[in-house]
């Protein structure tokens, strides 16, 4: 059967898809927000409707220059359900711009990657 829209012809068929696929195409990164605490810098993210094999990356970065970034602490997220956290001792360190960025293992289908919003302290 075929279904007739304006230029285009559908033909009707059957997709088959396995829990499997539908998870893994629906894998994605949550950041959530970078704040201070005490001379701690902390930020947390997650994977959602990942395998339970999907990993990540979460870091604190802090910016050297015009949108250039240092990892400066880092953890890796196994699977998905709950929220991660990292954080760097910023004692001493003087006044940055600091965020979080949370990257998706590149074995889930592409790369994501999100970032939080970026905060500016004096440590």
Known sequence: MSYLFGALVLASSSIAFTASSVQAAACDVQIGYTYRSGNHIWGFGSLSDCPANATAKISIQWERGWEWWDYLST?????????????????????????????????????????????????
């Open 75 to 123: 953890r890796t997220v196994n699977g998905p359900g709950y929220d991660q956290y990292v954080s760097f001792n910023c004692a001493g360190t003087g006044t940055h711009n600091f965020r979080t960025i949370i990257e998706r293992d590149s074995a889930a289908p592409g790369v994501r990657i999100k970032t939080s919003r970026v905060i500016r302290q004096s440590c």
